[in-house]
C-alpha cells in the first residue's frame, strides 16, 4: 500500500519512509483577492483563530421545495463563491449552477455569508482497510510489505464490524468533510477472498447519492508471490465488480516485472476496465517498471486508463529526464497520484501539468495497521500538502486546494466543479474570510451539497431527504 519495496533500501526503514510522498498543485491556479470578511461576514468572525457562536437568526436556513415536480430548483442566497467579498446567489437547477432566474417556487437557503468552495475529490483511498470509528488498535512493528500485511489480515479478523459497514462509515464521513468522489483501493487476495470489493461496493450503493465512487481491485500481497490472486482479480473484472485493476512493485515485490504487468494488462485489455499500480520503487528499479507500464499503456490502446500511484522514482530526476518522462507518460495518457506525509516525496506536480500529466491527491490509508494517522477530510490533506511544500504565498495555499479539488476531478474524468453556470453545484460551506485562510484554519464544513442537494449539515450526513432547519429569512423565488 505505502511501502518503498526494493530490496537495497529496505534495512533499517522508519514507519514514516514506509509512507507514500506529497503531491505538489496541480495547474495554475486562479489568484483570489478576497482579503477579509466585511459587512454581515464581518459580525460572524471572531477574533483571528476563533469562530463567532452562531445564533438562531445566523443559522442556514431552507425551506422545502415547492416546484411541485417540475425542475429541481434551489437558490443558495448570500453565498460568497471562493472566499468573494460580495456575497452573490447560486442559482441551481437540476443539479447544475445556471445563470438564469430560479423558477417560480425554487427552494430559497439563506448561507449567511458563508464561504462556498467546491467539494473536492479523493484520487487514492483505501477505506476497506480502515478502522476508523472502533475502539483504538495498538499495532505491531513492521518495516515490509510483507509484515504490513501480515498486519493487515490480523487486523481484518480482529474487527468485529463488517467490511462494509466501517467502509461506509469512512465514506460517508468524507461526504460530510466535503469529499464528492474517491478512487478506493480494496485488497484482493486469498486471505480476503472477494469480501472487500463486495463491502465498498455495497458502501458506494448506499451512498451514491452523495458520492462517485471507482473500486480499484488492489493486489497488495502480490499478484504472482501469492498463488489464487490472479484469479480473482480476474473475477472481480469479468463480474463488473470493479472499476481498474490494480498492481504493485513488479520487480521489488512480486519480483516479476513481465509476468505481473503482463496479468495486470491482461486483466485490463479482456474486460474493458482501467488499471491503477502502486509503485513505490525508487530510482531505477522504478523507472525500469514505470517505463514497462508505459510500453503497455501504448501497445493495447490503454491510453486514458492508466493510474500509477505514488510513484516515488520521480522526484528528484534531473530536469531533463524528468520533462522527457513527463512527454511519456503524456503521450501514453498515464496518470499519477501521491499523497503528502513528507517533503522529499512531493511530485513535480507543476512540471507535469506543464506536459499534461494529470496528478490527483489521495488519503491513502486511514487509521489501518500500517498508522494510526489519516481522517479522509480532503481539505486536510491539502493543507497537508501545502505545509510540506512550505507554502507561504496566498497562491501556494490556493494552489494546494485546487491540486485536492480540480486534479482529482480531472483524474476521475469529472466536470470541474468551479461555481460557474454550467458546473455541478457540488460545493461546501464555510466561516472564513478567504481560501487561504480556510485551507490554514481548517473550519467546521457547515453544509455540504452534492448536484444541488444537501447531503451533509455540521460534519455529519443527512441521507437522501434533507433535514430542514427553520430560522429567519426563509422565502420561496419569485418569478
Not at 39 to 49: D, K, R
Not at 432 to 445: A, M, S
Request: charged fraction near 25%.
Amino acid at each position: 500500500m505505502h511501502a518503498e519495496s526494493t530490496a537495497s533500501a529496505t534495512a533499517g526503514l522508519s514507519r514514516r519512509s514506509m509512507l507514500a510522498g506529497a503531491a505538489a498543485v496541480a495547474g495554475t491556479a486562479a489568484t483570489l483577492s478576497a482579503s477579509a470578511a466585511t459587512g454581515a461576514q464581518a459580525a460572524e468572525a471572531g477574533p483571528a483563530g476563533t469562530t463567532a457562536a452562531p445564533s438562531a437568526a445566523d443559522r442556514i436556513t431552507e425551506q422545502p421545495d415547492r416546484t411541485g415536480g417540475h425542475a429541481r430548483a434551489t437558490v443558495f442566497k448570500n453565498v460568497r463563491p471562493y472566499g468573494a467579498q460580495h456575497p452573490v446567489d447560486l442559482t441551481v437547477v437540476d443539479g447544475l449552477v445556471t445563470a438564469g432566474p430560479a423558477p417560480r417556487g425554487a427552494k430559497v437557503v439563506d448561507c449567511k455569508g458563508r464561504i462556498a468552495l467546491p467539494t473536492l475529490v479523493d484520487a487514492h483511498i483505501h477505506p476497506d482497510k480502515t478502522a476508523w470509528g472502533e475502539p483504538w488498535v495498538t499495532r505491531n512493528p513492521a518495516s515490509s510489505i510483507a509484515e504490513y500485511t501480515e498486519e493487515d489480515v490480523k487486523l481484518y479478523h480482529a474487527l468485529r464490524t463488517p467490511l462494509k459497514k466501517r467502509a461506509e462509515r469512512l465514506m460517508g464521513h468524507a461526504v460530510a468533510q466535503g469529499t464528492r468522489a474517491m478512487r478506493a483501493h480494496v485488497d484482493v487476495a486469498p486471505a480476503y477472498d472477494l469480501v472487500g470489493v463486495e463491502g465498498v461496493g455495497s458502501a458506494r450503493r448506499a451512498l451514491r447519492h452523495a458520492l462517485d465512487v471507482e473500486i480499484v481491485a488492489f493486489p497488495q500481497h502480490g499478484v504472482v508471490r501469492t498463488p489464487g490472486t490472479k484469479e480473482l482479480l480476474e473475477e472481480a473484472a469479468r463480474t463488473g465488480a470493479i472499476d481498474r485493476v490494480g498492481g504493485i512493485d513488479p520487480i521489488g515485490f512480486d519480483e516479476a516485472l513481465d509476468e505481473q504487468l503482463d496479468i495486470v494488462f491482461g486483466i485490463a485489455d479482456r474486460h474493458g476496465v482501467g488499471v491503477d499500480i502502486h509503485l513505490h520503487e525508487r530510482a531505477a528499479t522504478g523507472m525500469e517498471s514505470l517505463r514497462g507500464i508505459i510500453a503497455r499503456t501504448k501497445a493495447l490502446s490503454l491510453q486514458g486508463k492508466v493510474t500509477v500511484s505514488h510513484v516515488f522514482c520521480v522526484p528528484g530526476l534531473p530536469e531533463r529526464e524528468l520533462d522527457r518522462l513527463a512527454a511519456e507518460l503524456a503521450n501514453a495518457g498515464i496518470s499519477l497520484t501521491t499523497v503528502a506525509p513528507s517533503s522529499d516525496l512531493v511530485l513535480p506536480i507543476d512540471r507535469l501539468r506543464e506536459h499534461g500529466v494529470e496528478v490527483g491527491l489521495g488519503s491513502d490509508g486511514v487509521r489501518d495497521s500500517w498508522s494510526p494517522f489519516g481522517n479522509a477530510d480532503m481539505l486536510h490533506r491539502s493543507h497537508l500538502l501545502a505545509w510540506v511544500r512550505d507554502a507561504r504565498l496566498d497562491e501556494e495555499l490556493e494552489a494546494a486546494f485546487r491540486a485536492g479539488a480540480d486534479g482529482g476531478a480531472r483524474l476521475l474524468g469529472l466536470p470541474e466543479a468551479d461555481l460557474k453556470p454550467g458546473s455541478p453545484a457540488d460545493f461546501l460551506l464555510v466561516r472564513g474570510e478567504c481560501l487561504p485562510q480556510i485551507l490554514v484554519d481548517l473550519p467546521r464544513r457547515e453544509m455540504v451539497v452534492r448536484g444541488g442537494r444537501i447531503v451533509a449539515r455540521d460534519g455529519e450526513l443527512v441521507g437522501r431527504s434533507i433535514h430542514v432547519r427553520l430560522g429567519t429569512d426563509v422565502g420561496t423565488a419569485g418569478p
